[in-house]
T-cell receptor, first 115, second 116 residues
Framework: AQSVTQLDSQVPVFEEAPVELRCNYSSSVSVYLFWYVQYPNQGLQLLLKYLSGSTLVKGINGFEAEFNKSQTSFHLRKPSVHISDTAEYFCAVSAPWFGNEKLTFGTGTRLTIIP | EPEVTQTPSHQVTQMGQEVILRCVPISNHLYFYWYRQILGQKVEFLVS????????KSEIFDDQFSVERPDGSNFTLKIRSTKLEDSAMYFCASRAKQPGQFRGYTFGSGTRLTVV
């Protein structure tokens, strides 16, 4: 079974500052990794995903994440945040190649942008 | 871009009543899922469905829950006798069949269920 740990429940950041949201996973098999964003009172929107290949993955809205297999991490970064980035961010993992197809989510990180 | 469509967006029901949440997955997807998110909490897996049967379910998915694919397009979640603690946002998701065709999971915008 897979699990995901998001170490920070809340991250306040000043506008235009960089941000990193941390995600660590646990799995005995190769996994797919995802970051989803949830704006207030809305659904889940895929930010980016790592399936294979380059460990640096670029997503929408200027976000990127780096897969680090040795550290079992998939941290999300953005060099300069905007007020509109205020949202809940969820890291998730799955392993469909190994019959564990469901997405397992972390507990989420609430990103608050301070003007 | 193809979307997963969920209806209704918000449903209010009395405790003990049956509710059916509806989803239209992406047309060429063959794996379907339901997740729920209690207000302020994490997104939790409920059930996965493939080839007209449940492939996996969580502890949350007890006898009060059922899923069905009544036709070629709809995927439904039924809660037979709702409890107050069933109040949550319910998300439907789908994905392509084979890992080689995998591009990720597509989520619907959710149904907010409020049990009163």
């Amino acid at each position: 079974a897979q699990s995901v740990t998001q170490l920070d429940s809340q991250v306040p950041v000043f506008e235009e500052a960089p941000v990193e949201l941390r995600c660590n996973y646990s799995s005995s098999v190769s996994v797919y990794l995802f970051w989803y964003v949830q704006y207030p009172n809305q659904g889940l929107q895929l930010l980016l995903k790592y399936l294979s290949g380059s460990t640096l993955v670029k997503g929408i809205n200027g976000f990127e994440a780096e897969f680090n297999k040795s550290q079992t991490s998939f941290h999300l970064r953005k060099p300069s945040v905007h007020i509109s980035d205020t949202a809940e961010y969820f890291c998730a993992v799955s392993a469909p190649w190994f019959g564990n197809e469901k997405l397992t989510f972390g507990t989420g990180t609430r990103l608050t942008i301070i003007p | 871009e193809p979307e997963v469509t969920q209806t209704p967006s918000h449903q209010v029901t009395q405790m003990g009543q049956e509710v059916i949440l509806r989803c239209v997955p992406i047309s060429n997807h063959l794996y379907f899922y339901w997740y729920r998110q209690i207000l302020g909490q994490k997104v939790e897996f409920l059930v996965s469905f493939y080839n007209n049967e449940i492939s996996e379910k969580s502890e949350i998915f007890d006898d009060q829950f059922s899923v069905e694919r009544p036709d070629g397009s709809n995927f439904t979640l039924k809660i037979r006798s709702t409890k107050l603690e069933d109040s949550a946002m319910y998300f439907c998701a789908s994905r392509a069949k084979q890992p080689g065709q995998f591009r990720g999971y597509t989520f619907g915008s959710g149904t907010r269920l409020t049990v009163v």
